[in-house]
């Protein structure tokens, strides 16, 4: 496709089961970005992948959240045991990371934890 | 630490004058820096750029201005119009090596423009 995909664009979960939130950027795209977005707040870094490097996690918030990138490509971000307190937009954005390009976001996930 | 700070969370101004969001930075190896405009329910979109090299950097009704020595940017909108309404968030990133070029948000300002 031509820009961003995000999957699902909404899942409802209960408390304490695990989700999988899936970002396929765009093509030769090879840096990609996870931030979520918390209602009222600002955008918050999750992680970051560029190329073959070994991931910048800085910003996951606990051991309960993982993300892999998959061939270059496709990422996954996995919320284990999830918790009301992790219902935000969850943003996935790519960029080619060359000569200062913009990142270029998906629409977003909508995760609520009943 | 947050390295990149608007620390205005929201602004309202009239239609036809001019809105001006600020932007300051911390990190002395920022070199490139860009702005996002997000509408409810829709992710974040590319406006406006500029590289350390310059100090402004225009289009259309859209310039942002760099002052480097203040680590300061701005963005500004003239004339405002009502669908710029939504939230601006400034960026930074190095292209420097060993930096890997990963794009810090500021907590992003909400703008009104009211008719």
């Known amino acids: 496709g031509a820009g961003v995909s995000q999957s699902p664009s909404n899942k409802v979960t209960e408390k304490g089961k695990d989700v999988e939130l899936r970002c396929d950027p765009i093509?030769?795209?090879?840096?990609l970005y996870w931030y979520r977005q918390s209602l009222g707040q600002g955008l918050e870094f999750l992680i970051y992948f560029q190329g073959n490097s070994a991931p910048d996690k800085s910003g996951l918030p606990s051991d309960r959240f993982s993300a892999e990138r998959t061939g270059g490509s496709v990422s996954t971000l996995t919320i284990q045991r999830t918790q009301q307190e992790d219902s935000a937009v969850y943003l996935c954005?790519?960029?080619?990371?060359?000569?200062?390009?913009?990142?270029?976001f998906g629409q977003g996930t909508r995760l609520t934890v009943v | 630490d947050q390295q990149v700070k608007q620390n205005s969370p929201s602004l309202s101004v009239q239609e036809g004058r001019i809105s001006i969001l600020n932007c300051d930075y911390t990190?002395?190896?920022?070199?490139?820096f860009l702005w996002y405009k997000k509408y409810p329910a829709e992710g974040p979109t590319f406006l406006i750029s500029?590289?350390?090299?310059?100090d402004k950097n225009e289009d259309g009704r859209f310039t942002v201005f760099l002052n480097k020595s203040a680590k300061h940017l701005s963005l500004h909108i003239v004339p405002s119009q009502p669908g710029d309404s939504a939230v601006y968030f400034c960026?930074?990133?190095?292209?420097?090596?060993?930096?890997?070029?990963?794009?810090?948000f500021g907590k992003g300002t909400l703008l009104t423009v009211n008719p």
């Open positions: 960026a930074a990133m190095s292209n420097s090596g060993g930096s890997n070029y990963k794009l810090t």
């Open positions: 093509s030769g795209h090879t840096a």
């Open positions: 990190n002395s190896m920022f070199d490139y």
């Open positions: 500029i590289s350390s090299i310059k």
């Open positions: 954005a790519s960029s080619s990371v060359v000569g200062g390009t913009e990142a270029f």
